[in-house]
């Protein structure tokens, strides 16, 4: 594969990746509120469950983009100030937003220097914010995972990636207790073990990603079946669990089938697009890590503002708004504060350079 290539497929799943999240998050509302016997909650509580694909395939990208063929191969002490830069600095500057938001607007607890520590480390001061931490364990690691994906063939590699992961996500505090049995970890969610598989898995496509995109399209219908198998099968079972019609004590590996089927599916369908993101959603593609850290914010205000001024207001009325308010606003303050920054840091880098020819 040639350096430099241009990948459209990838924009086009980051930007929809982006837009499962969104939704996930705005339907937190309605599931919490809804009479939990109504098909309207089933119907948005189904939705969300399918919209979690998206976590696992931002793993998967990260990974993936960390072994794609570059011109110039960074050193690891330069890609981990890019990370830190890039992904770590907003982290930190958004955790500190929202914390003063809880704090001084909707009042929930008091200023606390060593609270404020404490959630950025835990990373659970909102719901999303797990992820980071994750990706913060992947980055450290970076010498293992370009090792691995480099050295060893991904047909033995995954799957025992795969089982480490299903251990992890299902059983991690079993797995503590052979080794402390008074001991209860919560943090499974935030270890990296629980989404190795997909990290790992990313890095062995950005090192044989032609291969890998063409395979894709050679096992479309394959593909495609598998997607709408388990798609349906997640659908029913959790159904059943939800509404207490059945007790599915398999369901989070049914679950597990969805995801791995509906990332390949909706790698394929981004292959299949030949065109470039247009314009206005290119944008919103650059600015997608923003938008993930800031939406909830975006959220939160919307239920602060309609409880002031529509207290007592209709679910399903809320619900749309607050979608309109957080699809619209979010990327539209993520993208102008992208841009600004980028000129502010693009005139002060002008003027350095006028200085130092003076």
């Known amino acids: 594969m040639t350096a430099g290539k241009r990948k459209t497929e990838l924009p086009w799943l980051n930007a929809a990746f982006c837009a499962m999240v969104l939704w996930s998050h705005c339907s937190a509302h309605p599931i919490t509120h809804l009479d939990h016997g109504s098909w309207q909650f089933l119907f948005v509580y189904l939705l969300q469950r399918l919209s979690f694909v998206s976590v696992y395939g931002f793993f998967l990208l990260s990974g993936l983009k960390l ?28 955790v500190s937003v929202y914390y003063l938001w809880f704090v001084y607007w909707l ?50 590699l995954l799957p025992f990636a795969l089982g480490i992961t299903w251990l992890s996500a299902q059983h991690l505090n079993d797995l503590l207790r052979v080794l402390w049995p008074q001991s209860s970890f919560r943090y499974a969610d935030r270890i990296f073990l629980t989404y190795f598989f997909y990290y790992l898995t990313g890095c062995c496509i950005g090192r044989r990603y032609d291969d890998f995109v063409v395979t894709l399209r050679h096992n479309k219908g394959l593909i495609t079946a598998l997607f709408v198998l388990f798609a349906g099968a997640d659908l029913m079972f959790t159904a059943l669990h939800v509404t207490g019609i059945r007790s599915i004590p398999f369901l989070e590996q049914v679950h597990m089938l969805y995801i791995l089927s509906a990332i390949l599916f909706c790698f394929l369908l981004a292959s299949l697009v030949k065109r470039e993101l247009p314009g206005w959603l290119s944008k919103v593609d650059k600015a997608s890590y923003l938008i993930y850290l800031y939406h909830c914010l975006f959220i939160s205000a919307y239920n602060d503002l309609a409880d002031r001024l529509l207290p007592g207001g209709r679910v399903g009325t809320l619900f749309v708004g607050r979608l309109l308010f957080v699809y619209l606003l979010t990327p539209l303050a993520c993208v102008l504060w992208q841009r600004t920054y980028n000129q502010i840091k693009t005139a002060l880098s002008k003027q350095k350079k006028e200085i130092m020819t003076k």
Do not use: N
């Open 67 to 94: 072994t794609l063929p570059r011109a110039k191969q960074p050193t690891l002490l330069h890609y981990w100030m890019g990370r830190a830069k890039s992904i770590f600095l907003p982290y930190l500057l958004a």
């Open 107 to 156: 009042r929930y607890f008091p200023f606390s220097w060593s609270d404020l520590g404490g959630y950025i480390v835990r990373g659970d001061l909102s719901s999303h914010f797990y992820f980071v931490i994750g990706l913060f364990q992947f980055v450290v690691l970076t010498p293992l995972f370009r090792w691995l994906s480099e050295r060893w063939s991904p047909h033995i």
